[in-house]
């Protein structure tokens, strides 16, 4: 082998590497932009959050569940969790149009916020009778 080609070699192996590196940069981009950005939510209990998704392609059709079960149509979600809903659990979006479809995925994670805090109470008495009937 002389020097010329194992430098043709390497020119033919870099731009293949710059092919596939291309292909998969492709393949990563999703059409769906998002809102909030990222895969992971934290919330509080009874705090609201709003979820959008938004595809590039006319005639898009959303679909938005929690933990699985649908739970609603149209480019906007949101969620006001209940106590019932302390932990983590996945909203998960799907778009479909004619000629693409997306998904994406949130893990919401849930807490749970403190009792409510006594700032004054009326009567100041220490005990409080309430008349029978």
């Known amino acids: 082998m002389h020097a010329g080609g194992g430098r043709t070699l ?10 596939c590196v291309l292909e998969a940069a492709a393949e990563d981009v999703s059409p769906l932009v998002v809102s909030p950005a990222g895969e ?6 009874g ?7 938004v595809l590039a392609e006319p005639g898009a ?19 006001r969790p209940t106590a019932a809903l302390v932990g983590t659990h996945e909203v998960s979006v799907t778009a479909v149009a004619a000629n693409v479809a997306a998904r994406h995925t949130w893990v919401v994670s849930v807490e749970a ?10 009567p ?7 008349p029978p009937g």
């Open 113 to 122: 916020v403190g009792p409510p805090v006594v700032v004054r109470a009326t």
């Open 47 to 53: 705090e609201r959050r709003g979820f959008s998704a």
């Open 124 to 130: 100041a008495a220490s005990a409080l009778r309430v």
């Open 40 to 45: 992971r939510v934290e919330m509080r209990v």
């Open 61 to 79: 059709e959303y679909s938005w569940s929690l933990d699985g079960t649908r739970t609603g149509k149209g480019p906007q979600f949101e969620l």
């Open 10 to 19: 390497w020119r033919a192996a870099g731009a293949v590497l710059v092919a």
